[in-house]
């Protein structure tokens, strides 16, 4: 078969139409992509797509660390590295239309790889002076740690740099930036999270939870990227344990009905993101967006929804690093109505 009827049958049957090297499919269900650094994307914006979905379909991709997969063995720096948190996608998804929600099922993810890696940058972190919060000392040096990853325990293993000592930690896989394009023409930098997701660095994006997020434009325009093997909460020094990532997602539409926010939901909580400076306005947009969904879903008044929360409501900083900082609210589907 030439490659132009091998391409054709591929569109009709998968309907797949990629703009970039690297899109297939395996089956009438399933797109699979191929993320390089040489197709990667640095900024959340609208943009050709990569390959088409359709409601219901899988996204069997990978991701690139956030640092490329340039930082390898001991010696490498960030000098080496393009750009921060490359980005697999965008994904247009067929029938996404602005005032619709994309819903992202998070199927299963894979660490890509045997090794992670830990960095702590200049002018980086939240205990580090940065050129908006202002110190007359110097910056913190740029320190580098590699983490082993055992697959078959599940843990990667902390060397400290400056004593013998070691830990295992386990596994939580992640995807610390996933979200769409943002609204009216704007193009947000990798390392943002905003309405539009992004580089929330929410470890509720993992295997099991589902994902809401706005669509702004045609298509919904999915990216995601910034694979994490394990974070602390905060992600205070700037990174987690960066990992390349393998994902497989399901998208889904929710057809005339919006999301002001990044939500995730799983069979025993629902969780709304909150995200914005100073950290309390990120905890009111969080908090409000779950008595509002609380309201809309489950039949309870605002008040009744925000003095529930009052009482069983739980807060989980994300991450206090990025430019906006990133809240997950949630509550156990146990204290709620039947949904209606």
């Given at each position: 078969?030439?490659?132009?009827?091998?391409?054709?049958?591929?569109?009709?049957?998968?309907?797949?139409?990629?703009?970039?090297?690297g899109?297939?499919?395996?089956?009438?269900?399933t797109?699979?992509?191929?993320?390089?650094?040489?197709?990667?994307?640095?900024?959340?914006?609208?943009?050709?797509?990569?390959?088409?979905?359709?409601?219901?379909?899988?996204?069997?991709?990978?991701?690139?660390?956030?640092?490329?997969?340039?930082?390898?063995?001991?010696?490498?720096t960030?000098?080496?590295?393009?750009?921060?948190?490359?980005?697999?996608?965008?994904?247009?998804?067929?029938?996404?239309?602005?005032?619709d929600?994309?819903?992202?099922?998070?199927?299963?993810?894979?660490?890509?790889?045997?090794?992670?890696?830990?960095?702590?940058?200049?002018?980086?972190?939240?205990?580090?002076?940065?050129?908006?919060?202002?110190?007359?000392?110097?910056?913190?040096?740029?320190?580098?740690?590699?983490?082993?990853?055992?697959?078959?325990s599940?843990?990667?293993?902390?060397?400290?740099?400056?004593?013998?000592?070691?830990?295992?930690?386990?596994?939580?896989?992640?995807?610390?930036?996933?979200?769409?394009?943002?609204?009216?023409?704007?193009?947000?930098?990798?390392?943002?999270?905003?309405?539009?997701?992004?580089?929330?660095?929410?470890?509720?994006a993992?295997?099991?939870?589902?994902?809401?997020?706005?669509?702004?434009?045609?298509?919904g325009?999915?990216?995601?990227?910034?694979?994490?093997?394990?974070?602390?909460?905060?992600?205070?020094?700037?990174?987690?344990?960066?990992?390349?990532?393998?994902?497989?997602?399901?998208?889904?539409?929710?057809?005339?009905?919006?999301?002001?926010?990044?939500?995730?939901?799983?069979?025993?909580?629902?969780?709304?993101?909150?995200?914005?400076?100073?950290?309390?306005?990120?905890?009111?947009?969080?908090?409000?967006?779950?008595?509002a969904?609380?309201?809309?879903?489950?039949?309870?008044?605002?008040?009744?929804?925000?003095?529930?929360?009052?009482?069983?409501?739980?807060?989980?900083?994300?991450?206090?690093?990025?430019?906006?900082?990133?809240?997950?609210?949630?509550?156990?589907?146990?204290?709620?109505?039947?949904?209606?």
């Open positions: 078969m030439s490659f132009r009827a091998l391409c054709a049958t591929m569109l009709f049957c998968f309907a797949i139409m990629p703009t970039q090297s899109a297939q499919s395996t089956d009438p269900q797109v699979t992509y191929r993320a390089t650094i040489d197709n990667v994307k640095y900024v959340y914006a609208t943009a050709p797509p990569v390959a088409h979905l359709k409601p219901t379909n899988i996204l069997d991709a990978n991701s690139l660390d956030c640092f490329g997969n340039a930082i390898k063995k001991p010696g490498d960030t000098a080496l590295v393009k750009g921060d948190n490359p980005l697999t996608g965008p994904f247009y998804v067929d029938g996404a239309e602005p005032g929600t994309l819903v992202v099922k998070v199927l299963d993810l894979k660490v890509d790889g045997d090794q992670g890696v830990g960095e702590l940058g200049a002018y980086f972190g939240a205990l580090n002076g940065t050129r908006y919060t202002a110190m007359l000392h110097p910056a913190l040096p740029e320190k580098i740690w590699f983490y082993p990853i055992d697959h078959a599940n843990t990667a293993t902390f060397q400290a740099l400056d004593s013998g000592f070691k830990v295992k930690i386990p596994l939580h896989p992640f995807l610390g930036c996933i979200g769409v394009a943002p609204a009216n023409g704007e193009a947000r930098s990798s390392i943002v999270p905003a309405e539009f997701g992004g580089n929330m660095d929410a470890s509720e993992s295997a099991g939870n589902t994902i809401y997020f706005p669509v702004n434009v045609p298509g325009l999915l990216y995601f990227g910034d694979g994490h093997a394990a974070m602390g909460d905060g992600e205070i020094a700037g990174s987690a344990i960066e990992v390349p990532m393998h994902a497989r997602l399901q998208v889904d539409l929710i057809k005339g009905k919006a999301t002001g926010w990044p939500r995730f939901e799983n069979d025993n909580e629902i969780m709304a993101a909150g995200i914005y400076r100073p950290v309390d306005d990120a905890l009111r947009i969080a908090y409000t967006e779950l008595v969904w609380i309201h809309a879903d489950y039949g309870l008044s605002e008040i009744d929804a925000y003095e529930l929360l009052s009482k069983v409501g739980k807060v989980h900083m994300a991450e206090m690093v990025d430019p906006n900082y990133v809240v997950i609210a949630s509550v156990d589907k146990k204290y709620l109505p039947p949904k209606k």
